[in-house]
Structure formats: structure tokens, C-alpha cells
């Protein structure tokens, strides 16, 4: 089942614009991270956030987490027609020791 | 470091073949792991390890067998395959499994 829902499913916008790409989740969290996928290949680890934390940096990302509402945020600011690609959320349950449960992702076209 | 490697990049099988994906870390990983991904889907957990010797079932482990001897190879074997198996299978390591993981390539399936 799936744990983390990215809203919205595409995201089209120009160059320049930011992007803000939203993931809701169910059950409480240890963390909670967000990959970027190109088309036909693997995915790659962006930021991961901590239950503990409300806000993160890396760059041109910011990520907030919101664990009282279930729900994270990743803003792209400035993007670039090179962030174009699909983005996970994965979560961490915080019971036992969880393995990542990801969403169904966020596809993000950013035009010239 | 090479990071994670897959092996083959694409194969086509027949109903009824078996064939094995490896999957290798030079990253001295304890965790590794195993995913589907298809479309509208996307990741699904097939099996995890949480070190040699140790390995245990995720979300969709129906018609896929893994071992694990070394710390560093992690091989999904598909017994029978079938058509529904038809997909992009992805292998990942972590030092832990609710942490960053690193994904490798992916293998595309095709299953006539």
C-alpha cells in the first residue's frame, strides 16, 4: 500500500518559475525523503528530512515538513529545464524498523 | 566507486523461463533492495536484506526468490516468469533501511 501521495501528478511550468511538488502520508514517520527520477533511469536521492525537523535546504530545494498535518513540501526555486523528471516521496515508518515506502510521484516538465 | 550496477539493462523472456538480475554495491552496504516499478505504480518493494545471510519479503515477493552470501551481491531470481512481471525492476543499497538509499540503473523486463 502506499504510504506517501505526491500531489499534484504533472507539474508544467517555464523556465525560471518555481515548482512546488506536495506529499501527504498516512501513519507516523522517522523521516521522510524525496528522490528525482529521469526518464529511463534510476532514482536519485535529493534531501531527507527528520520527524524532528521542519525545514531543509540543499541548494535550489527546499523541503518543509509538516508532521501534525502528515504532509511535506518540496519547492524547486528557479528551475531549469534540467529539472525536468519525476519526483518520489519516500517515508520511513516510525515503527520498528521500517523500510521506505514510496508514492507514486510528481512528473515535472519545465519548458524553455 | 561504481555505486550500484544491474545486469542485464534489458531482456526479453518467454512465459514459463526463469532468469536471475543481479545487482552489485561497492559501498560496503549492510542494506539492499529490491523494487518494481510500473507505470502509475510507482515503487513497489520485492524483497530486502539487511545483511548476508539475511533476507526478507516487501510488498510484492510473489514469484521472485533472493539470497544473499556476500555483502556485496544481492541477485532476484524470477522462478517462472509471467507477464504480469512485465516491468523495470530496480536494486538499491542504504546503509540502513529507512535511510538514503542509492539505486542502481534498473533492468527493463519483458515478458512475452
Known amino acids: 500500500s502506499q504510504q506517501g501521495e505526491e500531489d499534484p501528478q504533472a507539474l508544467s511550468i517555464q523556465e525560471g518559475e518555481n515548482a512546488t511538488m506536495n506529499c501527504s502520508y498516512k501513519t507516523s514517520i522517522n523521516n521522510l525523503q524525496w528522490y528525482r527520477q529521469n526518464s529511463g533511469r534510476g532514482l536519485v536521492h535529493l534531501i531527507l528530512i527528520r520527524s524532528n525537523e521542519r525545514e531543509k535546504h540543499s541548494g535550489r530545494l527546499r523541503v518543509t515538513l509538516d508532521t501534525s498535518k502528515k504532509s511535506s513540501s518540496l519547492l524547486i526555486t528557479a528551475s531549469r529545464a534540467a529539472d525536468t523528471a519525476s519526483y518520489f516521496c519516500?517515508?520511513?515508518?516510525?515503527?520498528?524498523?521500517?523500510?521506505?515506502?514510496f508514492g507514486k510521484g510528481t512528473m515535472l516538465l519545465v519548458s524553455p | 566507486n561504481a555505486g550500484v550496477t544491474q545486469t542485464p539493462k534489458f531482456q526479453v523472456l518467454k512465459t514459463g523461463q526463469s532468469m536471475t538480475l543481479q545487482c552489485a554495491q561497492d559501498?560496503?552496504?549492510?542494506?539492499m533492495s529490491w523494487y518494481r516499478q510500473d507505470p502509475g505504480m510507482g515503487l513497489r518493494l520485492i524483497h530486502y536484506s539487511v545483511g548476508a545471510g539475511i533476507t526478507d519479503q516487501g510488498e510484492v515477493p510473489n514469484g521472485y526468490n533472493v539470497s544473499r552470501s556476500t555483502t556485496e551481491d544481492f541477485p532476484l531470481r524470477l522462478l517462472s516468469a509471467a507477464p504480469s512481471q512485465t516491468s523495470v525492476y530496480f536494486c538499491a543499497s542504504s546503509y540502513n533501511r529507512g535511510e538514503t538509499q542509492y539505486f542502481g540503473p534498473g533492468t527493463r523486463l519483458l515478458v512475452l
Open positions: 559501498m560496503n552496504h549492510e542494506y
Open positions: 519516500a517515508t520511513a515508518r516510525a515503527s520498528g524498523y521500517s523500510t521506505l515506502t
